[in-house]
């Protein structure tokens, strides 16, 4: 075998939104909406967009970096994102399992998990889980596994 | 590319609560390093120890008119470490930070029409 070892990650992200629920929710579920923050970010180009989002739906996007972080593809690489929908609970619970596309490679393939319930004060604790298989850690991994750890070591490191 | 040696630096000077608390009080305004010093219960050589290091690292500048030495932020070495932290976000961070954006907006996600004032966070 020539490929290189799957690397496995899982990791969390915490948010707290004032927004309520169903709102959070509707960010999700809604293709116009979701669209908005999932990819129109600075920094990169949407080619396609496109989503069902229902148990099974599939959602494809392609988008291009026009200069991303360092360790990102170069500018101008096709990028995808092929995801699946595989529980869906209104306003609680989402599951999709997403694939990472580099050019024509997958680069990685994960288990999503947003998990939404309401904080005290009418807004909405949200929390991510991923669990993922990177398929060259070298490469696209870099855009998710250098995360806030990394940060944390680096402070570390300083402080030592 | 970031270059690795200058985000060392800052980092390393940032690492030092007394650097800190003098980068804190250039927040508010420049300040001359005798009024810098006034709350801290340290040697003036010692404050201006800490002060070479936060000049050397690209945040903190400084410049003498006659006998007094003015201490301002240099915004060179913050941007640094702003930068350095922002590429680290992992993807799914920056996709949740917009969408927090997105609905601290006022008006139901939606579509709909542009709006004519972008409210930016401060």
Redesign the interface.
Known sequence: MSEKPVVHSTFTIERSYAAPPAKVFAAFADPAVKRRWLLEGKGSDIQSYSADFRVAGFEKSCFTFSGGPAGAPPAGTPMGNDTVYLDIVLNERIVFAYCMLVGERRMSASLATVELSASGSGGTRLLFTEQAGFFDPSDGAKLREAGWRELLNKVEKALA | ??NNAAV?RV??A??EPMRRALVERLSARPMSVTDLAQPFDVTLAAVVQHLQVLEESGIVRSEKTGRVRTCRLDSAGLKLAERW????????????????????DDD????SPPKTKKRKKP
């Open positions: 590319m970031l060392d980092f390393r940032l690492a932290i922002s590429e680290r976000r992992s993807l799914w961070e920056r996709r949740l930070d917009r969408l927090g954006e997105l609905l601290s139901p996600p939606n579509p």
